[in-house]
Every structure is written in structure tokens, then in C-alpha cells.
């Protein structure tokens, strides 16, 4: 249950003001079509999550559990740096032609979370907790969670958060997280 929660609330409070929230922002904009919209979003994070997962728990496989939460925790402190830099839609990740929304969704999505912080986040969490099905859950449940109210609210509910904030917070949780690994790490 402890990797299903901390999947959810780390890649949830991640994903606030980033590219890949951004692009749902551009893909709810241009097809005004919120459930194939957010089915794209579901399936493109269970497939880019679950590729990540899988290699997080054979990377933490291979290592003792010191190493690994010693590596975990610098990750996550690194993580809470990266989560500071504001993220921008490039525009190779925009939705594609006329395919459709859930495609456009899917494949965009895809691709904008590789290397993005929430893929690393649950290569990470993967390696700290080997509970495939609960990581991926926990983090693709954290993904739909920030991104469902962009999608449905749109550009009114986006302008009226405060990203700058919600950045510091999200940095905030990176850093405990990552001092929490760090600590167990030193005192196992």
C-alpha cells in the first residue's frame, strides 16, 4: 500500500505544470473530445509506466537494498532540482493530424513521457518498490489525477493555478522523499 501512495501523490503532485499537462492542455483545445482524450492519456501512461517499472525492478535487483535506496534518494533529490525548472510544450510532441483524438493522445502522450520526470520518478519508485502492479497503478492513477481536470476544465482551470507554487511544493516532496531514502539508507 506504501508504493501504491507514494506513487500517486509523488507523480500527481509531479505532473502539475508539466509538458505532458501541457500537451493535454493542447490536445483538449484542438479536439474538444475529453474521453478519448483521456482513454489516450490512460493507455499511453500504462504502457510508458509499466516499461519503466519493469526496468526499475530489475535495476533495484541488482543491487543491495543500501545502494539502491542510497541511489532512490539521490534520484528523488535530483528530481525535486528538476521539478523547480518550469516545463514547455515543444512542438514535436503536438497532437498529429487528423488521426483522431484518442490516437493523437496516445501517441503524443507516449513519447512526451519518455525521459520525463514522472517516467523517472516511477523507474525510481520500481527500484525502492518492487510491487510492479502498485507502482504502476500508483503512478499512472497520479497521472490521470492531474491530468483528467485539465482535459475536462480546460484552459479556464489551468490559468488559475499557481504553477510557480505548486512547483516548490512538488520539489518540496521530492526532497523529503529523497532524504527519507537517504536516511534509511544511512541507518540500515
Known amino acids: 500500500m506504501e508504493a501504491f501512495l507514494i506513487s500517486i501523490t509523488t507523480v500527481a503532485v509531479a505532473e502539475i505544470g508539466d509538458r505532458t499537462q501541457l500537451l493535454a492542455l493542447v490536445l483538449a ?3 474538444r473530445r475529453p474521453l478519448p482524450i483521456i482513454a489516450g492519456i490512460l493507455c499511453a501512461t500504462l504502457a510508458n509506466h509499466a516499461a519503466a517499472a519493469i526496468v526499475g525492478i530489475w535495476f533495484g535487483s541488482l543491487l543491495k ?3 539502491l535506496e542510497v541511489i532512490v534518494g539521490a534520484s528523488m533529490i535530483a528530481m525535486a532540482l528538476w521539478t523547480l525548472k518550469p516545463d514547455k510544450l515543444d512542438e514535436s510532441t503536438s497532437a498529429a493530424g487528423a488521426r483522431g483524438a484518442f490516437l493523437a493522445t496516445l501517441t503524443s502522450f507516449f513519447i512526451a513521457e519518455i525521459g520525463d520526470k514522472t517516467q523517472i520518478a516511477t523507474l525510481a519508485l520500481a527500484a525502492a518498490y518492487p510491487n510492479l502492479l502498485a507502482v504502476v497503478a500508483g503512478t499512472t492513477t497520479g497521472m490521470l489525477l492531474a491530468n ?5 476544465l480546460g484552459k479556464a ?3 488559475r493555478l499557481p504553477l510557480q507554487a505548486i512547483r516548490y511544493v512538488a520539489a518540496a516532496l521530492f526532497l523529503v522523499l529523497g532524504v527519507l531514502f537517504l536516511g534509511r539508507a544511512l541507518w540500515r
Open 157 to 159: 482551470f489551468a490559468d
Open 65 to 67: 537494498p543500501r545502494v
Open 29 to 31: 483545445a484542438r479536439y
Open 148 to 152: 483528467v481536470p485539465v482535459v475536462i
